[in-house]
């Protein structure tokens, strides 16, 4: 069994990370399939997917981001971890994945100003207050707020421990509401969680910290990160670095570089992946990130062909390739690799996939369903 990190590493190998045994380097990204129940429970639809993910040999599964407080969800059909009661509904995922071999991390997440009002039946919080036309439209958080809102990240990562999740991956991306509070384009607090960088990552950290004292040394912990926010007064690439490294020092296990948010402009963000030199969305920053932080790195962003998975790896650039849509459009896309069908995924990056679960009908490839029909 290999450690993540070997220096000639190869895809479709074992590794261990903090204990976790995993098949082989391709790991599912977090998606939102809109495939939950009204009360956040999986559903068995949403169970099949995972467990056709486990036989497409990904090596591990994380799922769609679950909310950690009601006020926290963001779309209809998201899991929900935000109560005791969500356990038993979570456990029935955990157990249809490790029937069939597989590892599953649950992706947690509150939605900060961007959760759903209509869902969630009340204004918004966040980092900082919003105002529209004269309106408040989200409340920053008190002080006493933010601890209220660490015991709730923490309490959802011990119900993921009790559902019997191999390991939790935090949302700390896209805009939500970790990544609000590391972000100055959406965090003007002048308190010790706003301002530097160091205060803008306080909150996170103090999540970290307390969710790895509630859960233990020897149970992985991971996040998604923000390469970068393309979005002006946004986390710079140079700044990411630095919270990584602090998330290192912090007994964070791994991390998964992303980029953008919910509010971040179009023209701003990397292109559709086309040729293979234009595949890797966030190339330079993951180089960046190996010359400076230590723990492996989950790279996600426009990777779509097996030569350039393996560049990654073997090159040392990632330690882990983790695909999204790409798995939404062909599920067994792993396995086909592994047995020598080397062609790129059919993915071709329309995200029309998201229109179907919109309509409450859980994501899936319109393109292919189309050709196939």
Known sequence: MKDAQNVMAELFEPTLLNGMELSNRFVRSATWEGLATKGGAPSPQLNGMMVELVEGQVGLIITGYAFVRADGQSSPGQLAVHDDTCVAGLRTMVEAVHAVGGKIALQMVHAGRFANTGIIGMGTVGPSSVEQDGKVTCQAMSQLEIQGMISAFTQAALRAKQAGFDAIQLHGAHGFLLSQFLSHAFNKRTDNYGGCLENRARFLLEVVRNIRKAVGTRYP??????????????????????????????????????????????????????????????????????????????????????????????????????LGRPLICEPGLVKRWHDGDRRPSECGSCNGCFEPATAGKGVYCVRLQRKRS
């Not at 073997?314 to 983790?322: E, L, Q």
């Open 221 to 322: 912990l991971l996040i998604k990160l923000n390469s970068e926010d393309f979005l002006d007064d946004g986390m710079t690439g140079e700044e990411s670095i630095q919270v990584a490294s602090l998330l290192e020092e912090a007994s964070l296990d791994a991390i998964e570089l992303s980029g953008g948010t919910v509010a971040s402009p179009q023209e701003f963000l990397p292109p559709r992946p086309g040729k293979q030199e234009h595949e890797v969305f966030y190339l330079e920053a993951a180089r960046l990130y190996k010359k400076r932080v230590g723990i492996p790195l989950m790279l996600v962003g426009g990777i779509r062909s097996y030569q350039t998975a393996t560049e990654l790896v073997s090159g040392g650039v990632a330690d882990y390739i983790s």
